[in-house]
């Protein structure tokens, strides 16, 4: 089977957590035996092709967004005609869009070929979000309700599809490479948060992490909070100055990322409004409890005691204690087990096998 995987993004400009998806489903395709495509831009207006961990990778120039703007879309939008044509050169047996304007374009490619296009919900879909943009709303749900399946990556946004967009999702969790992200080596000598969240992104509430933690030292001195140098210079001298914060590079690579969380006593993502939470699922993997917003779909991975915690969103004094309390929960030997047994429901082998039933489903070979 070939698939093609269309997303504006992808590695390494951007490494988000749907960027990551994408990058995820498209290798495991690949390592299951069938064929995979990624559709996505670049900076500039030449096209590259590349082979990437197995993976076919087709950039498309990025031109100017006034065709977004106009239409109302999310951007980028203008190389959608190109991605129109890039999949019908490359005839793949089914397109999947991560993206609404991506959407388009698979649908109208369906339309003509007779092929199915699949449509994943990667965050939680809500008018505001859209920018109350009545062209993009409008946009978002013809792409909901006329693909031939929708995918949400959790139960929130499969409410959120049926509740402002219309359609029968079904619900794939993204996966987790759970021979890579695993339990090893020792915890930090000293309590240690690790937080994988871009806090450039204001949903991701870095001023509410900064104030809890204070809470935090006050009961803990010798606790550290480890996060990822934001990209903001403003952002990233106001973390570097409060005590106990450490910043680190971006990670890189999935090593990189390992020896933090496994090093960590547990992860915290304390944001609003998340679709899924893949860093808390990455955490647990490694045998580290997590700790998260009572809101979206962390609720789903965090769902029982023995493996993290949960605070009520904008609630500073209750993510210090569930802070607090996580820290406590590193000190169980049998944490690390409970966070791994907890972490196979999001096995990328798993994650595979879903999809390519969905694609079967949709008589894609």
Not at 57 to 79: F, I, T, Y
Not at 307 to 335: K, N, Q, V
């Amino acid at each position: 089977m070939e698939v093609a995987l269309l997303h504006p993004y992808y590695w390494p400009e951007v490494r988000r957590g749907s960027e990551r998806a994408v990058h995820d489903l498209a290798a495991g395709l690949v390592a299951a035996g069938h064929g995979a495509r990624v559709v996505t831009t670049r900076a500039g207006r030449r096209a590259t092709t590349a082979v990437e961990d197995g993976v076919i990778v087709r950039r498309l120039g990025r031109p100017p967004e006034r065709l977004a703007s106009w239409a109302g879309l999310p951007r980028p939008a203008a190389h959608l005609p190109v991605a129109w044509r890039d999949l019908s050169r490359a005839a793949p047996d089914v397109a999947h869009a991560f993206y609404v304007g991506e959407g388009l374009a698979a649908m109208a490619w369906a339309s003509h070929t007779g092929r199915p296009a699949v449509f994943s919900v990667m965050g939680l879909p809500r008018p505001e979000g859209l920018g109350g943009r009545r062209r993009a709303l409008a946009a978002a749900r013809r792409v909901a309700r006329g693909a031939d399946a929708v995918v949400a990556i959790s139960a929130a946004v499969a409410e959120g599809v049926r509740r402002h967009l219309g359609g029968s999702p079904r619900v794939i969790h993204p996966g987790v490479d759970l021979r890579t992200f695993s339990p090893g080596g020792r915890r930090a000598g000293e309590p240690t948060v690790y937080c994988a969240a871009a806090l450039e992104d204001p949903r991701k509430q870095a001023e509410l992490l900064l104030g809890a933690f204070a809470r935090v030292r006050r009961a803990r001195p010798d606790a550290r909070l480890v996060l990822e140098r934001p990209r903001d210079a403003a952002l990233a001298a106001r973390l570097a100055c409060a005590e106990g914060v450490e910043l680190a590079e971006a990670a890189r690579d999935d090593l990189t990322l390992v020896a933090r969380y496994r090093a960590a006593w547990t992860s915290v993502l304390p944001s609003r409004a998340e679709a899924f939470g893949l860093v808390l699922a990455e955490g647990l993997a490694c045998g580290t409890p997590g700790v998260g917003t009572h809101e979206g779909g962390i609720p789903e991975i965090l769902d029982d005691d023995a493996t993290g915690r949960l605070f009520a969103p904008g609630d500073e004094a209750g993510l210090a204690r569930a802070l607090l309390e996580a820290l406590e929960l590193a000190g169980d030997p049998a944490t690390a087990q409970a966070c791994r047994v907890h972490a196979a429901r999001y096995d990328q082998e798993r994650c595979v096998r879903e999809h390519l039933a969905l694609y079967r489903s949709l008589g894609a070979q």
